[in-house]
């Protein structure tokens, strides 16, 4: 590129920065500002309400003092989260906030001085009225890259970006050669954050030399994974990071065009994209002459239709072509023949988060972060049975001990831990002895599961690990595209066998045979759905094999979970004559008292729904779960 | 799936068919533009009948039994009419480990309905999602677009109750006005 073009970009650049800065300042002028967390998982919470309480009382109140909507903070356990920020306090960050302590708030803090500790999570900033973030166990081991925005700007404002140092990236670019834009990338060793984790580098690289245009790049946001939110949460709540990263490979490898392929799943996602693509679009960081240079580029957003299989490079762009979402045999690999038979490289939204960050702050700062062979970060997301349930982003060989316990606070409830279902549906359940692993791409493997997208969903002593495998059987069962015979019918197979071990049925044989298949839906099936499918039930087997006697043998859950195996009861002696809660509860009217009021569920009328057990007052804790259902007295 | 038999009328069909036609003006000819398409006409009509599946064809000058297969590939998109208000029931990972299968058992029960199916009066539509992404809010049901974290059975009454004094309510006010 000439050098009156590249001072051509940076002048370009520095007036959108500058208009950025002053609108950011301009917000922050003198005054308070509330900011409330409004992603998918806050709105589930009640976020919404929450924002129109704050609105209705700082205008009711006529107060100068914006209340703004940002995305998800991380800290999903404590929804619905708000930050205020007042001159003279540290930003103060509250969880579980409803109407009326939004109202509490305005009136005590906003127009007080009273920061209302009780609602308080943590202060943002180190301080000597409240315990900041940084104070917390987990702030030892965390470290955000691509989060770092998320829930601190309003993603639907790309000023907000640019003033903390958003698009600087892209005219750092601009005025290095593409070539140097790719070794770059390719020196930090980022690897694909899909699940793969092929290096992305390589990947520009093939892209950049194969021979065909236009060439595209794809933004893989069809995350199916079960129990990962991740990909969402970055989309909600800093577009732009994600866009960026676009633009910057689009421009390495010689793209013309880019799709962002996003689960319809993931309404809110869709908004706030395509709200940034405009925005992009206005400031000319997208389209013809992006900055004022000579490169041209275009993203679309594409919406995906529900198949988990979309999530495969080759099915992704099959489903973007229109046709149904079948992959097909690799190679050619999509870098040489891609979308409509051109070279086009499929990113997930991770990975390009992260070239922003390579680009400003290079490569050599990249690679000092995680391990030799995975460098960076990695993004978890955290659910199921752990008390910090949320998004968090930890260095490359942070064990998962220290994931789970430490930044996760452990399990809720005093129960014990029993195993970590990582990876979704391609991965495995690893119990407590593989604790200490350290996570990257390569260390997972040899325990039998992977690290996948990010989906990390703790499991405790009441989960069943037969059921777990059956759930996840019958999740790859329903969404095999149906184009290998092996997964087709093979996944079909497993999931039956599966099912009649959760119902009592089966024999010990069938554990071999369940085996042998599962190593021939690995071997025999064409992409990773396939090959991965039968991870959960070899790492169940592997670690847990004695849960599968159980249910095989004696007819016993041990974890009192599979609803054919066992019953409610409720203990006589325990039971209180005076009380009726159970039977208000129960959704099915299957519980009476007998003639000394003692009250009695009819068998044959219970759907095991567990209400019963929740309504029964801790006081008497009457009513227990028996495996097997013949343990039930007879009358 | 489970395609209801179309109970729909001429009328209506015509209907269908204008608006699909109106739709497709917008689009290109090209195969690209199917899945879009599918879902702009989804978005309006609230479900795929075939007449739109034929226009839409023909538009893209394609046989009909390849929009069909598109159609049945894909989970969003829907063969019968939906009912005026749809539940949702999230069956990812950590909704099922905390009983989202319990909840669609009594979203089953309360309604009366399998998933993927409509209630007589087209009340309601029952189905499930693989996973909306709010696991921890699980277990989650969405009603009408809105994510509901931690239902249980007991909120499925709830809602339930919910909508049923909504409907009382509408009834009032439209006795009222009469």
Redesign the interface.
Known sequence: MKAIERTAVAAAFDKIAERAESHWRELWNNRPVIMVGAATCGRAAGALDVLQAFRDEVKKRNLDCPVIEVGCMGHCYAEPLVIISKPGYPPICYGYVNPVIAERLVKEFILGDNPCPEFVIGALEANDLLPSFDDFPRAQHEQKIILKNCGHIDPTEIEHYIAGGGYAALAKALAMKPEDVVEEVRRSGLRGRGGAGFPAGHKWQYCREARGRPKYIICNADEGDPGAFMDRSILESDPHSVIEGMIIAGYAIGARYGYIYVRAEYPLAVEHVRIALDQAKKLNLLGNHVLGSNFNFDISLFQGSGAFVCGEETALIASLEGKAGLPHHRPPYPTAHGLHGKPTVVNNVKTLAYVRHIISQGADWFTGIGTDESPGTVVFALAGKIVNTGLVEVPMGTTLRQIIFEVGSGIPKGKRFKAVQIGGPSGGCLPESALDLPVDFDSLQGAGAMMGSGGMVVLDEDDCMVEIARYFLEFTQRESCGKCTFCRLGTRQMLEVLTDFTQGKGTMEDIDSLERLAGDVKAGSLCGLGQTAPNPILTTLRYFRDEYEAHIELGRCPALMCLHLIAYYILPDKCERSCDACIGSCTVEAISPNKKRIKVIDQEKCVKCGTCLTACPPQYDAIVKLSPPSEVPAK | MTTSKQTTSTGEQEQNKQETRQILNGFSR???????I??KVQGKLGYLPREAMTEIAEYLNIPAIDVY??VT?????RLNPPGRHSIRVC?????????GY?TL??WK?RLGINPRETTADREFDLDT??????????P?TVVD?????KV???R??GIMLAFEQEREAKDKEKSESD
Do not use: W
Request: proline share 6%.
């Open positions: 090209k195969r690209l533009s199917l899945i879009p599918l879902q297969g598109v590939f894909y989970n969003q998109f069956l990812g990972t950590a909704c099922h480990m905390k009983g319990i058992d009594a029960r999602v693989a996973c909306v992404g709010c696991c921890t809010m699980a989650v677009e809105k994510p509901e974290g249980e059975p007991t499925v009454d």
